[in-house]
């Protein structure tokens, strides 16, 4: 168990739809990013938060949407859902001191638009 | 953003032998370069990393190499086991922002 905690662990909805996904760093953590993994692909950067601001965005579409609230939970929207938006959708989360540290991965969540 | 190009996508490897995994990465300001293993069905796992002030490291079977100059580093498994099967990802990122990930290897291992 890494310490990071993402619900739901899986969702199916339709085309057109809204969903959020939700994760819960490890305690003591203030970056949270989030990634988006297709089918056999590799990790997609969508965009990181750090201590409720947002640190830095990657290739992440204008439907979707994140935020950090003050007890740093992550949420992610995803809106007006496709087909090729089904996914898995992991969240990270590191203590983000300068120089790095390692980003621990929460189990994903299994996104299926139908 | 940062660019991270990782090769080969697919490596096959005996029982035994080493694997060698290579990446580039376009920033220079990056300085953090971690790698992860992610086995079928599960989430990514850290199994080494490296800083720009370090041009090697080891953990047992598993060495990271770093090459500032040429923006490159690398990831050397000897020995290797049918339990390291698996695909791995290499990742560079600024103080631990901005992480990006390059496409990943599918390591396979055969007894």
């Known amino acids: 168990d890494s310490g990071v905690t993402q619900t739901p662990k899986h969702l199916i909805t339709a085309t057109g739809q809204r969903v959020t996904l939700r994760c819960s760093p490890r305690?003591?953590?203030?970056?949270v990013y989030w990634y988006q993994q297709s089918l056999d692909q590799g990790l997609q950067f969508l965009i990181q938060y750090y201590n409720g601001e947002e640190r830095a965005k990657g290739n992440i579409l204008e439907r979707f949407s994140a935020q950090q609230f003050p007890d740093l939970h992550s949420e992610l929207n995803l809106s007006s859902l496709e087909l090729g938006d089904s996914a898995l959708y992991f969240c990270?989360?590191?203590?983000?001191?300068?120089?790095?540290?390692?980003?621990?991965f929460g189990q994903g969540t299994r996104l299926t638009v139908v | 953003g940062e660019n991270v190009e990782q090769h080969p996508s697919t490596l096959s490897v005996q029982e035994g032998d080493s694997a060698v995994i290579k990446c580039t990465y376009s920033d220079s300001a990056s300085n953090y370069f971690p790698w992860y293993k992610q086995e079928l069905g599960k989430r990514p796992q850290l199994i080494i990393d490296i800083r720009s002030n370090v041009g090697e490291k080891k953990d047992q079977r598993i060495a990271v190499t770093l090459n500032k100059t040429a923006k490159h580093f690398s990831l050397h498994i000897t020995e290797t086991q049918p339990e390291d099967s698996a695909v791995y990802f290499c990742?560079?990122?600024?103080?631990?922002?901005?992480?990006?990930f390059g496409a990943g290897t599918r390591l396979t291992v055969k007894p």
């Open positions: 990270a989360s590191s203590v983000a001191w300068q120089g790095g540290t390692e980003a621990f």
């Open positions: 305690s003591g953590d203030l970056s």
């Open positions: 990742a560079a990122s600024i103080g631990g922002d901005d992480m990006r």
